[in-house]
């Protein structure tokens, strides 16, 4: 692999080539490579860098992950900066910047400039550094790649049209579109919508710039050019995929501090009553604590024996016997009747008394109500917080309308010691009413600010672009443009599609449902490969899009770096890896040079 060499001379006409680019060496020993160099003062810099680091990290207690990082990031700062360290190196020692050699290896570029005896004008000039000159030497293919990708993207003039169209979602509609005036409207435009519409622009513009960057590379047939360099064809697929994922961060970065800055400016417009529901409920990463789900199969279990010796179940489905104990056993727990309350016991963790002490906390509740004739009606409450033997129990009452989340503050420091907080909800009203298991009922608590929340939720919109890329690529690596664009939409018209395929695996079948029961009469073949199929396919989707980083912002729940690493490993490495590897052995083993 070529690379440039800098020429040094001293007097003596003596000469050293010093290398252009990132040095591993420099990288790995830092301040032991410097001292190698004779750079004892840069060295002891270095040096002494270490030291403080490792002492700030023992006395402030980090753990050895955070240790890792910092050094990983002196390492690489140092490795970039090896040419700037080992051209001081030269200059102490007495040499002096000759020219510019492209070469295999130090010793290589000596001898070509030793072979031509003088020294050409074109080579006296010094060059600056590009990537390819900053990147280790097994990277320089895959950048150069990378680079060529960008340039082509530029050239489809969608780069610009695709900017205009960020900044109109982003910007123009924005201010043009009115909100109610109150928190929940402001947080529908200024979040929900605007980064909606960010991920929609940005996931079709990936999937379409895919399929042409690599599809219409191969029918204009400048790939058949680009293949004849030493270069491996999975290094030219993944340097297409970088060069695409380079775009959409520059992209997905302007957008996201345009989204960030605007809902700043935009907020001082509210009044301040909403502005601190604002502060309080939205611009704020707030964790969520729920009671602990009750194990009911071992009631289910019992009940069900008890029902197999009192009636003939022979005839039926037994797990649709016990499919309706349990619904039954949910219900009683759920179930709370007119005039009656209910108590729930939220554990938010054993110091969480100290943690949270001074903290307003939010209840989120849902609630369902059996009788179809209050639709539109609210539902009265009376809620208990704090321990049941404190003193300082607060009351409130309130009314909220059923099948929708409502959210309320509580009074701070409600909680018991061990970190318990108990609520007693009595409903008032005349109707019996449901709280899910699921999500009938949980504690919202802060956890962090809204800048590093907002920048992580932006971060797995990044993830899902880099699958919509692997789509887009895996594709193009076989057909051509418009049947790989229509097979990458296809793909993604499935993906929005978890909803129809829970459905067919829950009513078990997509043939001969009974309409009174919901699920399928009678099993068959064709039922039986759907629901397999369909669960498959369910399964895989919900790795994917089982987490909605716009829905967790508009509603200032906390996304957790957890989360985010979860979100890169199972969209981008295991999805999206799956699609990249499928599509660099398609591409590997296609014939270009045949006769279109």
């Given at each position: 692999?070529?690379r440039?060499?800098?020429i040094?001379e ?5 000469r050293?080539?010093?290398?252009c ?7 790995l020993?830092?301040?032991i490579?410097?001292?190698w160099?004779r750079?004892?003062?840069?060295g002891s ?6 030291a ?5 990290m ?5 753990n050895w992950v ?5 050094q ?8 970039f900066?090896?040419h700037?360290?080992?051209?001081m190196?030269a200059?102490r020692r007495?040499?002096?910047y ?5 070469g295999?290896?130090g ?5 070509k ?6 020294v050409?004008p074109?080579?006296r000039?010094?060059q ?5 000159d900053l990147a280790?030497k097994?990277l320089?293919?895959l950048?150069?790649?990378t ?11 969608l ?14 509609l924005?201010?043009?579109?009115k909100?109610?005036?109150s928190a929940?409207g402001?947080?529908?435009?200024l979040?929900?919508?605007?980064l909606?519409s ?5 996931g ?7 399929c ?8 204009d ?13 999975w290094?030219?697929?993944?340097g297409?995929?970088l060069?695409?994922?380079?775009l959409?961060?520059?992209?997905l970065?302007?957008s996201g ?6 809902l700043?400016?935009?907020?001082s417009?509210?009044?301040e009553?909403?502005q601190?529901?604002l502060?309080?409920e ?26 197999i ?35 729930w016991e ?9 943690r ?7 209840l989120r ?20 917080v704090?321990p ?9 009452e309130n ?5 929708s ?17 108990t609520?007693?909800?009595?409903n008032?009203?005349?109707?019996p009413?449901l709280?899910?298991?699921?999500d ?18 932006v ?14 690529l ?6 051509q ?8 939409m296809?793909i993604?018209?499935?993906?929005l599609?978890?909803?129809?395929l829970g459905q067919v695996?829950e ?10 029961t ?5 099993k ?19 790795l994917?899009?089982?987490?909605n980083p716009?829905?967790?912002l508009s509603?200032?729940?906390?996304i ?7 979100a ?10 799956t ?5 660099m052995w ?11």
């Open positions: 692999m070529i440039r060499f800098e040094y001293n007097a003596e006409r003596q050293i080539a010093v290398k680019g990132f040095s591993f060496t420099a990288f020993l830092d301040w490579w410097a001292f160099l750079l004892w003062l840069e810099v270095l040096l002494l860098v270490n403080l680091i490792s002492f700030l023992a006395i402030n207690g980090a955070a240790y890792a990082v910092v990983l990031l002196q390492g690489i700062a140092v490795g900066g090896a700037k360290l080992r051209t190196s200059e007495g040499y002096a000759l020219c510019t050699v492209e295999s290896n010793a290589n570029a000596l001898a400039l030793a072979a031509l005896g003088t050409p074109e080579w000039k010094r600056g550094l590009s990537l390819p280790p097994g320089q293919p950048l150069a790649i680079r060529i990708t960008l340039k082509a993207a530029v050239r489809f003039r780069v610009l049209v695709l900017l205009g169209l960020l900044m109109t979602a982003v910007v123009v924005p201010v043009i579109i909100h109610d005036g929940q402001f947080t529908q435009i979040i929900t919508y605007t909606t960010i991920t929609a622009l940005l079709l513009a990936t999937l379409w710039l895919a042409g960057s690599l599809a219409r590379e191969v029918e047939f400048s790939m058949q050019l680009v293949c004849t360099k030493p270069i491996p064809r290094q030219i697929w993944l297409k995929w060069g695409l994922m380079t959409n961060a520059v992209m970065a302007v501090v345009t989204v960030f800055a605007l700043h400016w935009k907020a417009g509210l009044s009553a909403q601190k529901v502060q309080e939205i611009f704020v990463a707030r964790a969520g604590a729920k009671e602990p789900v009750p194990d009911l199969e071992p009631q289910v279990e019992q009940l069900f024996q008890q029902r010796r009192e009636t003939a179940v022979d005839g039926m489905d037994r797990e649709f016997v016990r499919k309706q104990i349990r619904e039954q056993l949910k219900a009683a727990n759920q179930f709370v009747p007119p005039g009656k309350g209910r108590r939220v554990p938010l963790g054993p110091d969480a008394a100290t949270l002490k001074g903290q307003t906390l939010h509740v849902k609630f369902i109500c059996p009788d179809y004739t209050s639709e539109g009606t609210t539902f009265p409450f009376m809620w208990e704090g049941p033997e404190g003193k300082r129990r607060q009351m409130i009314s909220f309308s059923a099948e989340f409502a959210t309320f503050p509580i009074a701070p420091d409600q909680l018991a010691a061990n970190g318990i907080l609520v007693d909800g009595f008032v009203s005349d109707k009413v709280f899910p298991i699921e009938g009922f949980e504690v919202l608590y802060r956890e962090g600010g809204f800048g590093l929340n907002f920048a992580r939720g971060g797995i919109i990044f993830c899902w672009l880099g699958l919509l890329a692997a789509i887009g895996f594709a193009a690596a076989k057909l443009f418009t049947v790989a664009a229509f097979v990458s296809s993604l018209f499935v993906g599609s978890s909803g129809t695996v009513q078990g079948g997509i043939m001969g449902i009974d309409h009174e919901g699920l399928v009469g009678q068959t073949l064709i039922n039986d490969v759907a629901v397999k199929v369909y669960g498959t396919l369910k399964q895989a989707l919900d994917v899009t089982g987490y716009v829905d967790a509603t200032g729940r906390s957790t770096w957890t989360q985010l690493a979860t890169f490993l199972l969209v981008v490495v295991l999805t999206g890896g699609f990249a590897g499928l599509g398609i591409f590997t083993r296609r014939e270009l040079a045949a006769p279109q």
